[in-house]
């Protein structure tokens, strides 16, 4: 009998062992599948983070794209996260009652939000806003963020003050050429669009009463109340008009002449012409690509509360200087002044016109002394006081330009702004964003000063 319990436990026991032993290689045959598995899912997902990519450009880039269809548009890649979008539908109607054409805009609703239809094609976006204060609206009616879109003949003004709620708050429209740039002052309460003749044949002349109005002109809105922008100024620029803008204002300009001195500061625009050296009207005066203009009474002139007789006296701008780059310092090809920007210099205060030039590559020119007298064929100013430039070819004997800095691609010019050149794109210089954070060698201001490289030096400071 107690044999036969031994044997009967040995064989529990042996039960046991195997179920043992089966149990562990299960678990292990498991743990390696599971492991092999994720070993590959983190292969499967390198790879679908490669797949998944997707060049925006090149994708949309074939014989049968459209810019119409929307859904050749809606392109993204892992690495961005949409939170919001608006298709810029103001009330459901493309454009206004007639007696706000090109005067003043009109209020927007919510319920249009994303719902057909949509307005047009979007050119240029400006931001302003307290970013730094989280976009804090202020009991005095200041701060919060807005976006400012220029899109095809009218602009929108976008609260962003919280991103993943998009709100339109109103749009201007203006039945004449397309609206190219925009711009913003920092205070949030002026806009500066411009028109642009070389578009006509994009957009075709309207039959109205206005039918030749506008077309090369610069206009000014006053935007201090968001849900009611209006027009306060204009300037005609014949033939073309400008192709973009910028603004500054001067707060030390120690040569303004007597009649202007007692102003605390000055305004001066800088337009872009986009047919430099031409005739303008029946003038015979040839005026340069890039054109500085002072406004005498500063934002002041621009008030909307004015009378007529005031207007006409008051909102008057005054061509103080031009340039153009000289063609002997080009690789040949177009000067097309395509974009303005205007920018403090971080470390030397200078200010700089950052200015593309399509095939005359970019240049970098000082405005920051503006004469007494006005110069408004830029004969001298700012004509000579470009300080930097950089295109594809040498445009100096020695290959850099001055002794401060400029360069070049070490392109021929056939390369840069030639057939080929122009097949590639090269020479087509478009914009240019200055930078307050220098750079040398991929090395930032952020990083220790012992891993700059020894031609970095030490910083601004360096002696």
Known sequence: MQTKELKEDERAADKVIVIALVALLTISLISGLAYMSLDSGDD??????????????????????????????????????????????????????????NVAGRPCYPEFKNVGPT??????????????????????????????????????????????????????????????????????????????????DLDPIPQ????????????????????????????????????????????????APLIYAQEECHLFLYGADPYPEMVEGDSGVFYKGTQVFYVPLGFEAWRPDVNDEDQNTSR??????????????????????????????????QALLYISYWDAGLRIVDVS???SVPDPEGISWPQDYEVGRWLGCPSADDGWYGPNGGGHANMTPEEWGGSTGALNGNGWIHYAIPYDHLLCNGAAEIDPVETWDAECGTGPDDP
């Open 119 to 200: 307005p047009g094609d979007s050119s240029e976006i400006s931001i302003e806003g307290n970013f730094m204060e989280d976009c804090e609206k202020k009991p005095d009616g200041t701060g919060g963020c807005y976006a400012y879109v220029s899109s095809y003949n009218q602009f929108e003004i976008l609260d962003i003050s919280e991103p993943n709620n998009i709100v339109l708050l109103s749009t201007y429209y203006a039945e004449i050429g397309r609206m190219i740039d925009i711009k913003v002052t920092p205070d949030n309460n002026w806009v500066l669009v411009n028109h642009e003749l070389t578009n006509s």
């Open 208 to 255: 109205d009463d206005d039918a030749n109005s506008g077309a090369n002109r610069l206009d000014v809105i006053d935007v201090s109340d968001k849900t009611g922008p209006i027009k306060v100024a204009e300037w005609n620029n014949p033939p073309a008009g400008f192709h973009n803008q910028d603004l500054h204002v001067d707060c030390d300009w120690e040569d």
């Open 369 to 371: 002394n503006p004469p």
């Open 44 to 101: 499967e997902n390198q790879s679908d983070q490669t797949s998944a990519w997707i060049d925006p450009v090149v994708e949309i880039e074939d014989e049968n794209h459209s810019h119409s269809d929307l859904l050749a548009h809606r392109l993204q890649t892992d690495n961005m996260l949409l939170i919001d979008y608006h298709n810029l539908n103001c009330d459901g109607n493309v454009a206004p009652p007639a007696e706000l054409d």
């Open 316 to 349: 008057e701008i005054i061509r103080w200087g031009g340039y153009s780059p000289e063609p002997e310092t080009t690789c040949g090809g177009s000067l097309f002044n395509h974009d303005n920007v205007f920018h403090v210099h971080p470390i030397t205060g």
